[in-house]
């Protein structure tokens, strides 16, 4: 399904579902739309074929649901990604970090595991600080390019939202900080779904 619009995506499943013998539908998308979920939860409720939402919209967490709706929600959390993300860190003998926050909700949990990962490992990792950016008081970035500059980590682990994550990295880009020698980890629970690509 290449549209998610509404009525696009009620009329495309409902053909799929009238038209083929289906236990169950698992579904991913890259809008990240929280729109996706209640439609597909709504779509569950009314015709009680279980919905898998993996990815993009389809995965935002969505309460409360339908009356009769058997749509599960998945996706990597937080502690998961990080937990890739450290694996490749040490495959890379990348041990010098600094993490860089918003107030985006969860970003407290964000520093506390990423403590957790570091003070449980026998590696030996460098933890530079931690950053955490307001960047509603900060229109055009100045404040963000300094903040940004003022990190002397190369590897930069990120968590934010996907409306955050591109102004931290127009301020970096802007900051001379997302080309070669720097190295970005972006987590977060609704980062996916844009056909326009970042250029760093």
């Keep these: ?75 990597s959390s937080t502690e998961q ?18 993490v860089v926050t918003t107030l985006f909700p969860g970003h407290e949990d964000f520093v506390d595991y990423v403590e957790v990962l570091t003070d449980s490992s026998f590696i030996g990792w460098e933890h530079r600080g931690v950053l955490t950016l307001n960047l509603t008081d900060d229109p055009e970035g100045t ?22 994550a591109e102004a931290v990295f127009r301020a970096a880009r802007e900051a001379g900080l997302a080309g070669p020698g720097y190295v970005w980890f972006v987590v977060g629970s609704n980062l996916g779904g844009s056909e326009e690509l970042p250029q760093d």
């Design 1 to 75: 399904l290449n549209d998610t619009n509404p009525r696009s995506l009620i009329v495309r499943l409902c053909d799929v579902l009238s038209s083929l013998r289906i236990h169950g539908v698992v579904f991913e998308d890259d809008s990240g739309s929280p729109a996706v979920a209640q439609i597909l939860d709504f779509l569950s409720a009314q015709t009680s074929v279980p919905i898998v939402g993996v990815n993009g919209g389809a995965a935002v967490v969505l309460t409360p649901k339908e009356k009769g709706s058997t749509f599960l929600q998945l996706g």
């Design 143 to 164: 404040r963000l390019r300094r903040q940004l500059r003022e990190l002397s980590a190369q590897i930069r682990l990120l968590y934010c939202s996907r409306e955050e």
């Design 81 to 98: 990604q990080l937990q890739v993300i450290f694996e490749v860190l040490e495959e890379y003998d990348w041990t010098s970090f600094a």
